[in-house]
Nanobody, 117 residues
Framework: QVQLVESGGGLVQAGGSLRLSCAAS????????MAWYRQAPGKQRELVAH???????NYADSVKGRFTISRDNAKNTVYLQMNSLKPEDTDVYYC???????????WGQGTQVTVSS
């Protein structure tokens, strides 16, 4: 059974930092592109950052220079370090595992991030 379990969300003041973690089980983690998405109520889910199985990264323009995605294949975990947080970063953040060649895509349950002004 595949599980992606996010943790690390919470309430933080503007300018603060949080680190999200997503622990994966039931998949060959190193084969998957891992990503973080976020979604506000009534809005589309948007890509925040992704990291390929080779370690290449990509970020949404809105978070470049503030967020860093990383992965630890030995721990089957992907991280999102979020610095200089802004109120507009308030969303539910979702972990995603994608192995396009095998048509395998999985989502975590989401973790709430709230940034107060």
């Amino acid at each position: 059974q595949v599980q992606l379990v996010e943790s690390g969300g919470g309430l933080v003041q503007a300018g603060g930092s949080l680190r999200l973690s997503c622990a994966a089980s039931g998949i060959i983690f190193s084969r998957y592109r891992m990503a973080w998405y976020r979604q506000a109520p009534g809005k589309q889910r948007e890509l925040v950052a992704h990291i390929t199985s080779y370690g290449s990264t990509n970020y949404a323009d809105s978070v470049k220079g503030r967020f860093t995605i990383s992965r630890d294949n030995a721990k089957n975990t992907v991280y999102l370090q979020m610095n200089s947080l802004k109120p507009e970063d308030t969303d539910v953040y979702y972990c995603n595992a994608d192995w396009t060649a095998m048509s395998r895509h999985y989502w975590g349950q989401g973790t709430q991030v709230t940034v107060s002004s």
